[in-house]
């Protein structure tokens, strides 16, 4: 046999059963976005690498990003992320838009990761902001859609925790400690790290960025103050607000939690599941410079984004994924022979135009076999219809779960299939 060809590394297949896992999860994002009356966008996957250059930090367009040169030069890439498209995008049309916009989508992006389990080098990614508004009340908005799809989808606040911090109380804190303002980004980037590498590792890493024995050791004093957060008036607000939503139990504060973008400003956060691979479902924060700088006036903004790849997984082990996905055939019609062909197909359209899904078996065959057939499919009911059928303006029709089967008259066809399937919607 020639050898098959193989797909491209990082990427996933989708068959009908893992189609109908996504859409169910699709399906998801989209009622809680909507609930909360964010309105569906998109933008192109291919984007100039200037407009994420600046904007996502060095690791992500120097490691992660699939780059590559058109005719004339320009370097392109396959979107990495959306956020810096959504501001470009806002830029371009701001003076037509109504603020505060509240905007989501769901689409394909691409990172040239390690592939491994939870990570992928093409993924879906739901990206959901709301922009316009300094407001404490939008980040806690934008936090209570993140909670509430983790209800929607079964995930208790025993499997997943999102954690809160705030980008300008650590600044203070980095004041305090004296640390130099052209050093914060990196020590931001440090802090991210901090759970990813051993404590000397850390350590060794954080002196050659630049920082004293003394900002180490006093950083690490308040990496792990729980009580942080009071000397935010934002947090303070933040937490106040949250219990309006009903999810508090979902949300914690952490100061460890700074995220690795560069364009992140206030409040960051991120869902985590809790036990099992304790991996990260989704992330996000405010960043209230993006605009501006894609070219446009000042606008505050707040969002998040959710890769698919983690959460189906965090789904699969926590066994909260429906049975019974996907729009399953309800219906088969048989096929005698060649002549009844054109009769199947007529029936086939009447109960259809009814409202059911209902396929023809394409060959004229063995009733064991077309009834095999269905068994596979897991096709619950099948109709008959041979030359004595329709001689006699009859039709029987046989659940394929339980073995009964009755003749009726064609008319009465429609009635008898919602006896048999009486779930049908």
């Known amino acids: 046999m020639a050898e098959i060809i193989r ?119 739901w990206n959901i902001d709301l922009i316009g508004t300094e407001s404490v009340a939008a980040d806690v908005e934008i936090v209570a859609v993140a909670a509430m799809f983790m209800q929607e989808v079964g995930l208790s606040a025993d499997q997943v925790r999102i954690t809160v911090n705030n980008r300008r109380l650590m600044d203070q804190v980095f004041s305090r400690l004296s640390i130099k303002k052209e050093l914060r980004p990196s020590v931001f980037r440090l802090v991210d790290k901090l759970e990813k590498l051993s404590k000397q590792a850390w350590r060794d890493q954080a002196i050659e960025t630049g920082l004293s024995c003394d900002q180490v050791d006093g950083l690490l004093k308040q990496l792990e103050n729980e009580t942080l957060w009071c000397d935010s008036p934002e947090l303070i607000e933040f937490f106040e607000l949250i219990n309006t939503f009903g999810v508090s139990d979902y949300v914690v504060f952490d100061p460890k939690l700074v995220r690795g973008l560069d364009y992140y400003t206030g409040t960051v956060f991120e869902a985590f599941e809790i036990g099992g691979q304790s991996r990260a479902i989704l992330g996000g924060g405010r960043y209230d410079n993006l605009v501006a700088d894609v070219g446009g006036k000042p606008l505050p903004g707040v969002g998040f984004a959710m890769g698919d790849v983690v959460i189906e997984l965090v789904l699969h082990d926590a066994d909260v994924i429906p049975d019974g996905l996907g729009d399953t055939v309800q219906i088969l019609i048989t096929v005698f022979n060649s002549e009844t062909v054109p009769e199947s197909l007529r029936l086939a359209t009447e109960i259809r135009q009814a409202g059911y899904r209902a396929v023809v078996y394409p060959d004229a065959d063995k009733l064991g076999r077309q009834f095999k057939f269905a068994d596979k499919r897991d096709i619950p009911i099948a109709v008959i219809l041979g030359p004595d059928e329709i001689n006699a303006g009859m039709v029987a029709i046989k659940n394929l779960k339980t073995r009964e089967q009755v003749t009726v008259a064609r008319e009465t066809l429609l009635e008898q299939i919602e006896k048999f399937l009486p779930s049908h919607p």
């Open 7 to 125: 797909s491209v590394k990082g990427t996933r297949d989708f068959y009908p059963e893992n189609m109908a896992v996504r859409r169910w999860m699709f399906d998801k994002i989209r009622a809680v976005s909507t609930l909360f009356g964010y309105q569906e966008y998109e933008g192109p996957c291919l984007e100039f690498i200037d407009l994420y250059a600046a904007k996502s930090g060095e690791e992500l367009v120097k490691e992660q990003a699939f780059v590559f040169s058109t005719p004339g030069d320009d370097l392109l890439t396959l979107r990495p992320e959306l956020t810096p498209t959504l501001a470009r995008m806002v830029a371009q049309q701001q003076y037509e838009l109504t603020f505060p916009l509240r905007w989501w989508s769901i689409g394909p992006f691409w990172r040239y990761e390690q592939p491994q389990r939870g990570r992928t080098r093409e993924f879906y990614q």
